[in-house]
């Protein structure tokens, strides 16, 4: 969806670029763009926006990968804070976890999942179940 409001965008200000006499038309399909843009992918990760409401996802990273983590924007509302042992807090809302959930298991042992609960449960199966795979190796 968000790829279809990009492009009508980009139509829209190619067409009016071009001096098109429809400028009201392809104004107020800027406009809408812009209005998707903001309310729902500011709370995605990545591609998936499926979820009821945001969700406050608090994340702690070992000092390790603290500076590679730091240095990124992973998600257009994230905030940072270096905690005293040099560990890294993220920070961020989010509509729908699974695309966190996986970024988060890609990290493996250095990201410690605070907040929200239901995030944090999920990547403890996973993790379980991965763990159970490998041992079968």
Same mark, same amino acid.
């Given at each position: 969806?968000?790829?279809?409001? !990009? &492009?009508? !965008? ?17 104004? !107020?399909?800027?406009?809408? !763009? ?40 992973? &998600? ?9 042992d040099g560990r890294v807090e993220m920070t961020f809302k ?44």
């Open positions: 969806l968000a790829y279809l409001w !990009a &492009h009508m !965008a980009v139509v829209a200000k190619q067409q009016l670029a071009a001096g098109s006499s429809e400028v009201d038309f392809y104004n !107020a399909k800027i406009t809408t !763009a812009n209005f998707y843009f903001k309310k729902i992918l500011a709370t995605t990760f990545g591609r998936s926006a499926i979820g009821s409401k945001p969700q406050k996802v608090r994340l702690i990273f070992d000092k390790s990968i603290a500076p590679w983590i730091a240095q990124r924007q992973w &998600h257009p509302e994230q905030k940072f804070r270096t905690l005293q989010a509509v729908g976890l699974y695309e966190v959930q996986r970024w988060v298991l890609s990290c493996g042992g250095d990201v410690e999942v605070v907040k929200p609960k239901e995030l944090r449960e999920a990547v403890a199966t996973e993790a379980k179940r991965s763990c159970k795979k490998v041992g079968k190796s």
